[in-house]
């Protein structure tokens, strides 16, 4: 099928390394930020959220970080793996809000 | 817990036929929200519905239409089909709102216009 990996920044990486995938957000007002992992054929998948009263948080092998003065989030993958082969969208929302505005997505793409 | 889902995953239809799309949220969930996902322009807001009455609108024409049932199960329905409607199209649920309970995503239906 139609892959959703087209026209994407793609960031290529040896398994072992360290990711990291950037995302600029746009609406000052935003206060609730989460990363999605999409591989091909299924939804997006949640991985990691934040809001604004930190600027950073900790998961299993999953880092964010957010600066709200230049209004950009990250998302740090530890000892990357084939498995973390997928789209990441980074995705933002006021809070109280219903809806999410996504990023574009970058393709992480991991050797073996 | 079962998880969101939506049917049919495929189809394809011709350009000016109309389509029906289904979701099934988590039991429980009350919020509805469709996503369109194209390689262009990424994943665009369609609407968002809540105990059967739409709650929010995205800036998609009024070809696209939806509605949610008492059971919380929604359809979303796109008339007059063009060849720029093939897409991804994404269902979430949600407890309530995305910034207090966060989504789950469905699998998507694959819609393809011919």
């Known amino acids: 099928g139609e892959s959703v990996g087209l026209h994407l920044p793609t960031l290529s990486v040896q398994e072992g390394d360290n990711s990291i995938i950037n995302c600029a957000y746009s609406?000052?007002?935003?206060?609730?930020f989460i990363w999605y992992k999409q591989e091909s054929g299924k939804g997006p998948q949640f991985i990691i959220d934040?809001?604004?009263?930190?600027d950073k948080r900790q998961g299993q092998r999953v880092t964010v970080l957010l600066n709200k003065t230049v209004k950009h989030l990250s998302l740090q993958i530890a000892a990357t793996q084939p498995g973390d082969s997928a789209v990441y969208f980074c995705?933002?929302?006021?809070?109280?809000?219903?809806?999410?505005?996504f990023g574009k997505g970058t393709m992480l793409l991991v050797s073996p | 817990k079962a998880g969101v889902t939506q049917t049919p995953r495929y189809l394809i239809k011709t350009r000016g036929q109309q389509v029906t799309l289904s979701c099934s949220p988590i039991?429980?969930?009350?919020?509805v929200s469709w996503y369109q996902q194209t390689p262009g322009q990424g994943l665009q807001f369609l609407f968002e519905?809540?105990?059967?009455?739409?709650?929010n609108k995205g800036n998609f024409p009024g070809r696209f239409s939806g509605r949610q049932f008492s059971n919380s199960r929604s359809e979303m329905n796109v008339s007059t089909l063009e060849l720029g409607d093939s897409a991804l199209y994404l269902c979430?649920?949600?407890?309530?709102?995305?910034?207090?309970?966060?989504?789950?995503f469905g699998s998507g239906t694959r819609l393809t216009v011919v």
């Open positions: 979430a649920s949600s407890l309530v709102t995305v910034a207090n309970y966060g989504y789950t």
């Open positions: 609406n000052s007002a935003s206060d609730y």
């Open positions: 934040i809001r604004s009263n930190m």
């Open positions: 995705a933002e929302t006021p809070s109280g809000y219903s809806t999410l505005t």
């Open positions: 039991s429980g969930h009350r919020s």
């Open positions: 519905y809540f105990s059967e009455t739409q709650r």
